[in-house]
């Protein structure tokens, strides 16, 4: 709950953030001198030295931003020094893929921020697949350091408020000294560290899982009934099975696998040794139930029971607040095979985080979400606080944008969220534009073979973050990593133009079936069907102009954009790895011709200088290319032959004469891309 402001009408600070390029430092010395000297004046504030809070100062560092990341203990990441309680992350942490690509090697490393350096990653702190959550905080340690972040340590922020400047609106940041600090723009990345808790009777005999014990050795022989199943709650019970006499796990809901509902959030497999234990019925077990309507009473002196809200309430309020349980009360006594009649030695709360909203006066509280029953707080598109300007969100409390859907909660999701936050900024408050690629239309199915097959950002935060190419003709413009669900605002948000020849938007997602991901037949080879795959793949969507907010609310549930004049799926792919001629390339070429009109065929030189002197206007690629003294020699060996054009020279030819290395040979591999004196419709 936020607080109750003391000083500042919120009604006065209800500004809107303005929308096009805005000077960060105009009016903030009259802000400085109105509040007091004691202030310390910032164009950023970041708050919190976590994985989201650091990934943020090298971006502001990179830029030359006048910044300060402010950290509440002694060094970053102290989330990490107590959680997980036991000790394991399960971020991914695979550091022998086969490849030499950095850019596709963050597909399997969970745990590295981005950087300018390609040596700094996780695996020089930790080599193993599932490592020490000690390894986390020496990695920070490391990052912070080798790139020079400025943090400020043992500045524990109690209270954050908003104040009207001549910019529109700044915020006053106090923390246990009294100390301000100031800034037209705050970045909160304090993550989730405040234990969710759910109120009923007996609740205060429920321990939790920020405060239990972690010796195996302290439930020898005992029942233990845990609240939660999640991975908190399973990673729990998971180390105690070899001691406790048996454990159960109580929820509303039941257990969701992470392979099954593809959000890594969800129960991984190397929490989930107690599903074995129950269903080859050895003791432990999992029950479904509203934790609003339990309740925990005491009898036997240390014994726990659990009962129904519904029995309590039968005996009388007199009895309903006493602390010992009388036979009538229990579930057994109305209900003789009831589930957990039994009684437990302990009870444990592991029903996750939520935000701190505590420290927000009003004037400054971004809104709790919809989602994650309130936990999280409400963000824009582009993580912006929901009625609060100038506010951004980042890392794990910036998970509402993809509750359940994407990776956004994660180090390995939110890593590129926090990049296009940044990006964000950069063209509102200094006029940088989006980056972006100008590539010749003849380059962009090229370009897009490189990114699908490459890119860990729209990889992992699959319908979330998608790249956008604008049409121009005979060029295009590629945009990488844009928030899809911020298409309606997008020249606000990117600073570029959309023009009538309209946009693609490449996206990864996964089928929207319900199947058994083990079954026989869960996988769709047949490119023909390529909509009806069910794992991750890339798919097109090309509009005239981006969607508005109406068509985005109208969108079909569970999509992450609304219905486009066309789609292209491409078939899901055992390897990841769409590059095949026939199944992969050639139908991408075919709906990209019918998205630009144009042919996008690649021909050898003799087929360009036939064309040229026999149609008025030979084919773009021979335009772009041989028209230019550019083009492919026809040959058996057609990498060996690649001339200067910067269409697609092999990566190992780089350094050959003009060869432009951001692009990968995908076009010499795929046979059918490229005619070999293919006759010419005159």
Known sequence: MCRTPDRFD????????????????????????????????????VLGAGPAGLQMGFFLSKAKRDYVILERNSGPGSFFHKYPRHRKLISINKIHTGRQNREFNLRHDWNSLLSDKPDLLFKRVSREFYPPADAFPLYLSMFERELGLRVRYGVDVGRIRAAPSATGRSYILTDQRASNYTCRVLLVATGL????????????????????????EDYKDQAVLILGKGNSAFETAQSILGRASRVHMLSSSPVRLAWQTHYVGDLRAVNNELIDTYQLKSLDGLVEARLEKIVIKKKEKKKLYLTLNKYIQRQGEKKKNRSEVTGEELPGYHIDNFPIRKPYDRVIRCLGFRFNFSIFDSSACPPNSEKAKGRLPGVTAWYEGRNTPGLFVLGTASHSRDYRASAGGFIHGFRYTVRAVHRVLEHRYHGNPWPSTRLSTTQLQSWILKRINEASGPYQMFEVLGDVVLLRGSHCE????????????????????????????????YGKEKIDFLGRNRAETDWTKAWKSNFLHPVLYFYDAPPTEEEMKLRSRGWPLPRPRAIHHMVEDFLTEWESAISHIQPLRRFLEHCVQTDLRAFYAESCFRSSLTRRKPPLFCQQGYLKQQGIYRSNRLSQHISGTALTPAEQHAGSSGADPRFPNYLAQAGASVSSGLKLEL
Not at 20 to 42: D, E, Q, Y
Not at 194 to 213: A, H, M, N, R
Not at 481 to 489: G, R, S, Y
Request: hydrophobic letters at 35%.
């Open 10 to 45: 919120p009604g006065q600070t209800a500004a809107a953030a303005p929308d096009g390029p805005t000077g960060l430092r105009g009016g903030f010395a009259s802000f400085l001198i109105r509040f007091g000297s004691n202030h310390n004046g910032f164009d950023y504030c």
């Open 193 to 216: 560290w405040v234990p969710q808790k759910v109120e009923f009777v007996g609740s205060d005999l429920v321990e939790g899982y920020e405060s239990i014990s972690t010796n195996p």
């Open 478 to 509: 590629y945009l990488e990593e844009f928030p899809v669900q911020a298409l309606p605002q997008f020249s606000s948000v990117s600073g570029h133009e959309v023009s009538d020849q309209g946009l693609l938007v490449l996206v990864m997602q």
